[in-house]
């Protein structure tokens, strides 16, 4: 895999949980989707190479963190952006592999190969019991979303990148016989397939997972995380050491110095109104002391996801301070219009596994391509 400089990723969602309570924006535009794509836009115009949309499930209580699909969020935005990758939470054990396959492989076509898919397994009660379900034991949950994912990659799959004939003049449309069938018998559910929409524009999406919740081959991307600045820096270094083969991302959450308060002002301020659990390992405080951590961080892992407290505070520092810093160091990979993240992870695209012969070569999508 050829590695390019640093990748910088940011979490479009409020990370500490009464960060709506300090927001630009009223409670009532929470669920606004111009507020959404807003977010999207500000964090491609401040050079970030990708966005993540949360997902998680309502528990209810005063700092409810209810939010749009986070699928239909990337997918509003998708055809208003260029440069930045999308990629939406979606749950690996309480969603139906065969609709998350079609939908995500519908984003990489909106987004002309931009999309990617941040995978999370949650064998919780409350998250089963949504749908009807009952709870998965930590072995259960890690078995069942090892099979989600190897099944939506075999429907990524069924369809070869030259099963579309398009002749008007015999009036077919595809090719029956490069049509395939997953033919998938898991643990808890089996699929047939074929899927249902042509292969995505990237082959495969990029897979995004925690480290430790699904078999590292199940994934490309691999986030890692620990609760202490020294721990992450030793957790990044020692997963990519062990994964040579996959992309390393750390995750940091981050309050920073903004409004005239220093970041553990505004941290005693938030945590004032609800308390903050969180794995990640937290910064707070100015924007030059951030880079210079980022610095270090970049030097032992591929990049960084930022999971900032209240979007709308710590985003324009960020974009006027930190990004533009972390560039003139040469630390961050270039932002490219109309490039896949498959290419931007420097991951290669892999022929259909069903493929019986040579594929055609294709140029790369662009914004102007007709897909």
Do not use: C
């Not at 606004?32 to 964090?43: F, G, H, Q, Y």
């Not at 034991?137 to 190897?150: R, V």
């Not at 995505?200 to 691999?222: K, T």
């Not at 992450?232 to 994964?243: K, T, Y």
């Amino acid at each position: 895999m050829t590695r390019s400089n640093g990748l910088v990723g940011l979490d479009l969602d409020d990370a500490h949980p009464s960060g709506w309570r300090f927001a630009a924006t009223p409670p009532s535009h929470a669920f606004s989707p111009e507020r959404s794509l807003r977010r999207v836009l500000d964090a491609e115009s401040a050079g970030f190479h990708f966005a993540t949309f949360s997902d998680p499930l309502p528990v209810g209580g005063a700092d409810e963190r209810g939010r749009l699909d986070a699928v239909q969020r990337a997918a509003h935005a998708a055809p208003l952006t260029r440069t930045i990758a999308l990629v939406p939470q979606v749950e690996a054990t309480s969603t139906e592999p065969f609709h998350v396959s079609t939908q995500l492989a519908s984003l990489d076509y909106v987004s002309y190969g931009r999309a990617g898919w941040l995978v999370v397994v949650d064998g919780s009660a409350p998250r089963h019991a949504a749908v009807g379900r009952g709870p998965l034991s930590a072995d259960e949950a890690f078995a069942e979303g090892a099979d989600a994912i190897e099944v939506i990659r075999r429907l990524w799959d069924t369809w070869e990148d030259n099963a579309e004939i398009r002749d008007g003049a015999t009036g077919r449309y595809l090719d029956a016989s490069r049509v395939h069938y997953a033919e998938f018998r898991g643990r808890s559910f089996s699929i047939k397939g074929p899927s249902i929409i042509p292969r995505p524009p990237q082959g495969q999406l990029p897979v995004f997972a925690p480290y430790g919740q699904v078999p590292p081959a199940e994934a490309d991307v691999l986030l890692t995380t620990a609760p202490a600045w020294d721990l992450l820096l030793a957790e990044a270094a020692l997963v990519r050491e062990e994964n040579p083969e996959h992309v390393v991302v750390a995750e940091l959450d981050l309050v920073l110095d903004a409004r005239g308060q220093t970041g553990g002002e505004r941290l005693a301020a938030l945590d004032a109104t609800s308390s903050w659990e969180s794995p990640h390992a937290l910064f707070a405080g100015g924007a030059a002391e951030l880079a210079d951590y980022l610095g270090e961080l970049l030097r032992v892992a591929d990049g960084v996801r930022l999971h900032p407290a209240v979007l709308d505070v710590d985003l324009p520092e960020l974009a006027q301070l930190v990004l533009p810093e972390l560039r003139r160091r040469g630390l961050l990979a270039p932002t490219v219009p109309d490039t896949s993240l498959r290419y931007r992870l420097g991951l290669r695209r892999p022929p259909s596994r069903y493929a019986a012969g040579p594929l055609p070569v294709y140029p790369a999508p662009t914004a102007d391509s007709t897909i």
